[in-house]
């Protein structure tokens, strides 16, 4: 199915950049659409982190305060899971690493890759590669709390699985992001405590 790109023009450019397309695409019954106009919010792609120690049988979680939910008259302090912009690197598991040690001051001693998504197609580029970091919880944080020259502060948190199921349950965790990686957790918490 083809594509025509007519125009693309930056709108707006900060922390994130606004786009406007001008395109035309093929309908499912051969013909071209008019001229249709888009506006995306360009942020490429991005590395996301659940911790989980499988022996331990803990997840490491963050909270620090997003402007989206108090926007929206919550508190606007989320409990989530590591993420960061990739920007222009293009080693997501490098990033991944990088994030998890800046976020939480743990090293994950194996990545593996869950799914790579788009949070919101119709109207970002924002492609996340998601992994399940596994970690030794009982080992001394490096640091970590996010970065201060980037307005970061990011408290660490490590509960028991029981008690990160639950908040799934009690809809605590309001990011698409950590409700898909704890559902993969859910699906996958026995392979992992064998060590499969």
């Keep these: 199915?083809?594509?025509?790109?007519?125009?693309?023009a930056e709108i707006y450019k900060g922390f994130f950049k606004?786009?406007?397309?001008?395109?035309?695409y093929q309908r499912f019954d051969g013909r071209m659409t008019p001229e249709v106009a888009l506006e995306i919010l360009e942020r490429g792609d991005a590395a996301a982190v659940l911790l989980y120690d499988p022996d331990a049988d803990v997840v490491g979680l963050i909270r620090q305060f997003r402007p989206g939910p108090f926007l929206c008259g919550e508190s606007g302090w989320c409990t989530e899971i590591v993420a960061g912009s990739c920007g222009v690197q293009r080693d997501?598991?490098?990033?991944?690493?990088?994030?998890?040690?800046e976020e939480t001051g743990w090293r994950p001693y194996e990545l593996r890759l869950i799914h790579s998504f788009y949070l919101s197609p119709s109207g970002s580029s924002e492609r996340i590669?998601?992994?399940?970091?596994?970690?030794?919880?009982?080992?001394?944080?490096?640091?970590?709390?996010?970065?201060?020259?980037e307005n970061e502060d990011i408290e660490p948190l490590v509960v028991p699985y029981a008690t990160a199921l639950a908040w799934f349950e009690e809809n605590v965790f309001n990011s698409a992001i950590a409700i898909l990686a704890m559902q993969w957790l859910m699906a996958h918490r026995d392979?992992?405590?064998?060590?499969?």
């Design 191 to 196: 392979r992992l405590r064998r060590g499969a």
């Design 18 to 24: 606004l786009l406007r397309l001008i395109l035309r």
């Design 1 to 8: 199915m083809k594509v025509e790109l007519i125009d693309r």
């Design 92 to 101: 997501h598991e490098a990033v991944a690493l990088r994030e998890t040690l």
């Design 129 to 149: 590669h998601l992994y399940c970091g596994l970690f030794d919880s009982t080992r001394p944080r490096e640091a970590g709390g996010g970065l201060e020259h």
